[in-house]
């Protein structure tokens, strides 16, 4: 026997009559209404130079993409991994890993930009692919796994270095990096859009295909919504777990190459805090922690968020331990908006 049909806006499962209900296309915007409330307060609070706003001058604007490209790199790898209800806090540490040994590799070891590249991205594949493996075949939380990881890519890459620095410096012959390493710090398009910015456009473009298309990102669902009915359902989830963790440390060394490249040089302490970021820009996206929920649009629009804001606070001249607080603030607000909508469910 059914009951009487009565509005499901006036009466909840108890009963009891609701009193306001957000509709669920809201929480799935949510990250671009974000965006574009940031980006109409940039503009509000943007300094002026020649009667000219500063923020929505093109070259700022393309500079914003190029800075959030490094972000925006490792956060769509985040995505996936937090999409199966994982962590991976070692993507910062594999940045800097990453990049002290393209340098270390370029400058010390003379070996061309090709074989550095590959050899790179299969350093940063097989490490992610490492911690997923144990995550998954030993039953450790992956937070725990890859702070773990953190700790040893910081430790590789100060043993790699010697504990300093590797500055770039380009030309023919011994000692020197191919000029066309620098071509990661040049502009494409008459001088206009920088190299980075096209290469974190080209990562989002086949993440979203991928996403949209494939028996991988729906198995990755599954696994995130429901672990133990998507093993029932045929899906290897230890597979899975690997692919994805791999796919996150592949994507932070092609970071940490872009990163050598833009700032001519790899150090061991670059990519600190780039993990924290990368996580923001998935919450603020809209994914869940709890797994199972989000997309990379999402994460797209969450990770030009915070790039607007480090810019516009930066062009304010506001202080850096301030700036901290701002996006901590934002954080939290994106947490809890994500918190409120798993209890409505």
């Known amino acids: 026997m059914t009951t009487a049909a009565t509005p499901a806006a006036e009466q909840s499962e ?28 940039a503009i509000a609070v943007s300094p002026r130079r020649g ?3 500063v923020f929505l001058n093109s070259e700022n604007l393309l500079n914003i993409v190029r800075a959030t490209s490094e ?18 806090l070692s993507v910062g540490a594999i940045l800097g890993l990453s990049a002290t040994g393209a340098a270390s590799l370029l400058m010390v070891s003379d070996v061309g930009v090709v074989p550095t590249v590959i050899v790179i991205l299969g350093l940063g594949l097989a490490f992610g692919a490492a911690q997923g493996l144990i995550s998954a075949r030993l039953g450790i939380q992956s937070f725990i796994v890859t ?26 012959g011994p000692g020197l990096a191919p000029e066309t390493f620098a071509l990661l710090n040049s502009r494409t398009f008459n001088g206009t859009v ?16 991928v996403v949209r298309n494939s ?29 994805v963790f791999a796919l996150s440390g592949f994507l932070a060394a092609l970071a940490g190459i872009i990163h050598a490249g833009q700032l001519n040089q790899g150090s061991p302490n670059d990519g600190s805090g780039y993990e924290l970021d990368a996580i923001a820009a998935v919450v603020i ?8 929920v989000g997309t990379v649009a999402g994460t797209l629009a969450g990770a030009l968020l915070l790039g607007i804001l480090n810019n516009i606070l930066a062009l304010n001249n506001i202080d850096a331990n301030v700036q901290l607080l701002i996006k901590g603030a934002i954080i939290i607000v994106a947490a809890g908006i ?3 909508r798993s209890q409505r469910r």
């Open 71 to 88: 972000i925006g790199i490792i956060a769509v790898g985040m995505t996936f991994v937090i999409l199966i209800g994982g962590i991976d």
């Open 194 to 209: 920088p190299i980075p910015a096209l290469i974190f456009l080209a990562v989002a473009v086949i993440a979203l295909v």
């Open 338 to 340: 994500q918190a409120f």
């Open 215 to 243: 028996v991988f990102a729906r198995h990755v669902y599954a696994v995130g919504g429901n672990e133990r009915a998507a093993r029932l359902s045929g899906v290897r989830v230890t597979r899975i777990k690997v692919a």
């Open 147 to 172: 702070l773990a990881g953190l700790q040893i890519a910081r430790g590789l890459a100060r043993i790699w270095s010697g504990g300093q620095g590797v500055p770039l410096a380009y030309g023919d």
């Open 14 to 41: 108890a009963g009891r009559p609701r009193r306001f209900q957000i509709p669920e296309r809201f929480f799935r915007l949510q990250s671009y209404v974000a965006l574009v409330l940031v980006f109409l307060a």
């Open 285 to 292: 996206g809209g994914t869940s922690l709890m797994g199972g």
């Open 51 to 53: 009667g000219d706003l």
